[in-house]
């Protein structure tokens, strides 16, 4: 990681930049991220990007049920008009 995007001259304690950061996040990552207690900075980046790949992959999974519901309700509609 480098650190020097946080902490450009490296004399902030370890447990300062890692709440500088969380503190930066979208409030919804940051209560995920909270509650896998990030040990450091690095750890804290890598889940927050296995957050962040959670919650793409389920919005694309939400989608597709969607569009299925959708499929479906337009499915019965020509069932419907066509007996």
Do not use: C
């Amino acid at each position: 990681m480098n650190w020097r995007k946080v902490d450009e001259r490296r004399t902030m304690p370890a447990d300062s930049v890692l709440a500088d950061f969380i503190s930066g996040l979208n409030l919804n990552i940051s209560m995920l991220l909270y509650g896998l207690a990030p040990i450091n900075l690095d750890e804290a980046i890598m889940k927050v990007k296995m957050i962040e790949i959670g919650q793409k992959n389920a919005s694309r999974a939400i989608q597709v049920n969607a569009r299925m519901m959708q499929l479906e309700t337009e499915n019965q509609v020509l069932q419907q008009q066509l007996a």
